[in-house]
């Protein structure tokens, strides 16, 4: 425990201190804060970028009354928060527990519980400053470094949020308790590819390394930028682009995350399968999962909660969050239909394990699509994830020979990469797609032939290509780092015994 104190105050303070050189932004009284947008604006100059985060609405102008958050919009934030909630515990946990040997049960579950209470006390402290403040084109600053400014307990009022639309806002605190949820999940997710021979002190202690280097930056990146309301001109439009982070600058479009949690997560994952080093026995002996009932309820709490992941990153209680809805709602059945039409084609039986997967499979893929796709979009998306993500737990699996111990790369990493690069194609409106093109100023629709698929899916692969460099190298180097500290693997003895016993002192079933 000693070890484990010293590691995370250790990887706190690395948090902390790298990321010090980052430009702190100027403005005190409405420091920007990330939203994602509605498919029916984009940035400027730019192909469409309906789902980019936005920062926090600048001052309005003194003639004109400050927004009002609505009433419905905040209650719709609090339930999708608690939505994305629910995915994780007991959703997650419980997907992920059902995967593994009895005997390991509830190590996953505690490593799922422990990491995401863990990451949501590191978001309140820095997590969210550096995400979702003013900074460079890779890293916030410090102006909501333990959530300082964000409520005003002399005056009784809070700090807003700019949503997609102009002059519409909502509490800054409801949209930064939103994002503790998806870099909680994303971290927790990272977990399943090393499953059952990790010590539980170097999981955690890899995850305060990975949070503060990897998800971070690669959410200021992607979702970071001024608002709506910053655009007050044309002639300012370039300025306000050039503050936001990198990938939003290019263009690229990722509604809830695609990127930023699901490659972002399945690329560590699959690192540290290959540094962890594979399970005793992998390959020789069964190691099939211990109960499928469990998967079965995890990945529908899942189904359930992502709801509220993709509907609710619109910010608003809109068009826009139904259309999300429905997107996840279709994209997903179609991705369970593929995977199992795929398992009977390929073994002649489908599985209840294959339909609780392409569940999955098909709600990474709408992720980054969902509200930045019609629904016939939605549907083909979810069907080629289907078929894709099959292949990736499977063929490609075996080709890059990793104990990835419950497909977290397969699912994930597949499926997020399948969904970035179609959203490139489904955004069209030749396709459906709700894409439009303005300058923040004024918005026009996109004609079909003003809309060009292969910009838009190379912008889209660029994100995807710097996204798996740069959880890469973190991950490399952050494994390494724990390895020659804490050292990363159980024994063989503990794990023969299970890690339930070995590490926590606990059976999940007795008798």
């Keep these: 425990m000693k070890k484990l104190l010293a590691t995370l105050a250790l990887g706190l303070s690395l948090g902390l201190g790298v990321f010090g050189t980052a430009s702190v932004a100027t403005a005190q009284t409405a420091a920007p804060a990330a939203v994602t947008a509605p498919a029916a604006e984009a940035k400027p100059d730019a192909a469409p970028a309906p789902a980019a985060p936005a920062a926090a609405a600048p001052a309005a102008a003194e003639t004109a009354p400050a927004p009002v958050p609505n009433k419905g919009d905040i209650a719709w934030m609090m339930v999708s928060t608690i939505l994305v909630i629910l995915m994780v515990i007991p959703g997650l946990a419980l997907f992920y527990g059902g995967l593994v040997r009895s005997k390991n049960m509830l190590s996953v579950l505690m490593q799922v519980v422990v990491t995401f209470s863990m990451i949501t006390v590191l978001w309140f402290i820095y997590g969210y400053s550096l995400a979702f403040t003013e900074g460079n084109a890779f890293i916030g600053g410090f102006d909501r470094l333990f959530m300082k400014g964000i409520w005003d307990n002399v005056g009784g009022t809070f700090a807003n949020a700019a949503t997609f639309s102009k002059g519409v806002v909502i509490p800054e605190i409801s949209f930064a308790a939103f994002q503790a949820t998806f870099a909680g999940i994303t971290c927790a997710l990272i977990v399943g590819a090393f499953a059952e021979r990790i010590k539980f002190s170097a999981v955690l202690a890899f ?300 059976s999940a079933y007795h008798g």
């Excluded at 020789?284 to 990945?299: C, D, I, Q, W, Y």
């Excluded at 997967?357 to 080629?384: D, E, K, M, R």
């Excluded at 494994?479 to 063989?492: A, M, Q, S």
Aim: aromatic share 10%; net charge negative.
């Design 207 to 506: 995850m305060v390394l990975w949070f503060t280097f990897s998800y971070l930056p690669v959410a200021h990146m992607v979702w970071f930028w001024m608002g709506p309301d910053a655009y007050t001109a044309k002639e300012v439009a370039d300025e306000m682009t050039s503050k936001a982070g990198l990938i939003w600058q290019w263009g690229a479009l990722d509604f809830a995350g695609g990127t930023v949690v699901h490659i972002n997560a399945a690329v560590a994952g699959l690192v540290g399968a290959f540094m962890v080093g594979k399970r005793i026995g992998y390959g020789r002996e069964a190691m099939a999962p211990h109960s499928l009932t469990l998967t079965m309820v995890g990945a529908s709490l899942l189904w359930v909660g992502w709801f509220g992941f993709n509907a609710g990153s619109a910010l608003e209680a809109n068009g826009f969050a139904a259309l999300a809805f429905i997107n996840t709602l279709v994209a997903t059945a179609g991705a369970v239909l593929a995977w199992c039409v795929g398992e009977a084609l390929m073994r002649g039986k489908a599985s209840m394990l294959g339909a609780a997967s392409g569940a999955v499979a098909g709600l990474v893929a709408i992720t980054p699509a969902a509200g930045n796709v019609g629904l016939v979009g939605g549907l083909v998306i979810g069907i080629v994830a289907g078929f894709a993500c099959l292949w990736g737990v499977n063929g490609l699996k075996k080709m890059l020979g990793a104990d990835d111990s419950l497909d977290v790369f397969g699912v994930h990493g597949v499926g997020g990469i399948v969904g970035a690069l179609l959203t490139g194609v489904f955004n069209s409106p030749a396709l459906g797609g709700p894409s439009a093109v303005g300058d923040w100023v004024t918005v026009a629709m996109v004609t079909p032939d003003a809309y060009s698929i292969a910009a838009q899916v190379w912008t889209q692969a660029k994100a995807v290509l710097l996204t798996i460099v740069w959880s890469g190298v973190v991950s490399v180097v952050a494994f390494k780092i724990v390895d020659l500290t804490i050292g990363l693997r159980v024994t063989e003895e503990e794990e023969r015994e299970g890690l339930d016993i070995s590490s926590h002192g606990e």
